[in-house]
């Protein structure tokens, strides 16, 4: 298993600034993922990250806007961008152990960008 | 997209068994069902997956239809707390990738 936190927990931000997640995991874990909630939708692959390697990004998902760091096996960050409101959303990390078959999932930073 | 269909809600009383169906009828051989909850403000949860076999752990049951174009995950005597987003999710493993649906909004009812 894996316990996951993310700071911040939420936040208002102004448009046209940047926010940097962090996502910290309690062990080493190859794969790690960002997704996106959007108000009451599903959840959005944005990338995937792996350490030692740059990101994967999803079709509508771009590195300009979204980039992400993975300096070691615990620790990833997201950073949104030049926000807009269009950005307010729940952005949650995940991680997979390498069982293979679930992933374990941060609590989520929800971000209003006013 | 998602390879998934579920009804967009369903009510079931407290204390009784919550039936979540899902429908997966392009399903290929090598993948998996998994089940998911998301409870109001946290992040998604596991629950339990499968291949062909039904399964059970601690918190459901998934049963896997023969030709596995469908399953359903029983929650055995659903509680309050049981109230959340259910997911149905098909996925071969090969990348680790979840492609998440609209899921199901179950309402445990007192």
């Known amino acids: 298993s894996a316990v996951i936190s993310q700071k911040p927990s939420r936040d208002i931000c102004q448009r046209g600034t940047s926010l940097t997640i962090q996502c910290q995991v309690d062990?080493?874990?190859?794969?790690m993922f960002w997704y996106r909630q959007q108000p009451g939708q599903s959840l959005t692959l944005i990338a995937t990250?792996?350490?030692?390697?740059?990101?994967?990004?999803e079709s509508g998902f771009v590195i300009d806007k979204f980039p992400i760091s993975r300096p070691n096996l615990t620790f990833s960050t997201l950073t949104v961008s030049n926000m807009s409101p269009e950005d307010s959303s729940i952005y949650l990390c995940?991680?997979?152990?390498?069982?293979?078959?679930?992933?374990?999932f941060g609590p989520g930073t929800r971000l209003t960008v006013t | 997209d998602a390879k998934t269909t579920q009804p967009p809600s369903m009510d079931c009383a407290e204390g009784r068994a919550a039936n979540l169906p899902c429908n997966h009828s392009?399903?290929?051989?090598?993948?998996?069902v998994y089940w998911y909850r998301q409870i109001h403000s946290q992040g998604p949860q596991y629950i339990i997956h499968?291949?062909?076999?039904?399964e059970t752990n601690e918190m459901a049951s998934l049963i896997i239809t023969e030709d596995r174009k469908s399953s359903t995950l029983i929650l055995p005597h659903a509680t309050l707390r049981d109230t959340a987003v259910y997911y149905c999710?098909?996925?071969?493993?090969?990348?680790?990738?979840?492609?998440w649906g609209a899921g199901t909004k179950l309402i445990i009812k007192p």
């Open positions: 995940s991680v997979d152990v390498g069982e293979g078959y679930e992933q374990y």
């Open positions: 062990s080493q874990v190859t794969m």
């Open positions: 990250a792996n350490q030692g390697s740059e990101a994967t990004y």
């Open positions: 392009t399903i290929s051989g090598n993948e998996y």
């Open positions: 499968g291949l062909k076999n039904n």
């Open positions: 999710i098909v996925s071969d493993n090969s990348n680790y990738q979840l492609i």
